[in-house]
């Protein structure tokens, strides 16, 4: 069974950067895209970042695009979000989430259901 456990959130100012990390265990990470959601309340859960396979692509939602940054590292199984120039809009639970699809590239990937496994999710806070 994955597992998959973000760290990394926290209260942050406007204009702040925050780095989140995922770990993945129990199965199998090096040959899945990955990718990083985020769900504020009373909205639904939306695609920020996602990465392929090898880490060789990487895409980006229009609203943190030139702000966020998404790495893994395949060795130790690990996904990350740099998050800089940080606004009071990017508030919201964050969730690192495991695609259905290997050795693919992630590209067009921007829906939850194609993704099978998620963590239990990471709090940010932006003040203003």
């Known amino acids: 069974q994955v597992q998959l456990v973000e760290s990394g959130g926290g209260l942050v100012q406007a204009g702040g950067s925050l780095r989140l990390s995922c770990a993945a265990s129990?199965?199998?990470?090096?040959?899945?895209?990955m990718a990083w959601f985020r769900q504020a309340p009373g909205k639904e859960r939306e695609f920020v970042a996602g990465?392929?396979?090898?880490?060789?692509?990487?895409y980006y939602a229009d609203s943190v695009k030139g702000r966020f940054t998404i790495s893994r590292d395949n060795a130790k199984n690990t996904v990350a979000l740099q998050m800089n120039t940080l606004k009071p809009e990017d508030t919201a639970v964050y969730y690192c989430?495991?695609?259905?699809?290997?050795?693919?590239?992630?590209?067009?990937?921007?829906?939850?259901?194609?993704?099978?496994?998620w963590g239990q999710g990471t709090q940010v806070t932006v003040s203003s």
């Open positions: 989430a495991r695609g259905r699809r290997t050795f693919y590239s992630g590209r067009g990937a921007y829906f939850p259901n194609e993704y099978d496994y």
């Open positions: 129990g199965g199998t990470f090096s040959t899945y895209h």
């Open positions: 990465i392929s396979w090898s880490g060789g692509s990487t």
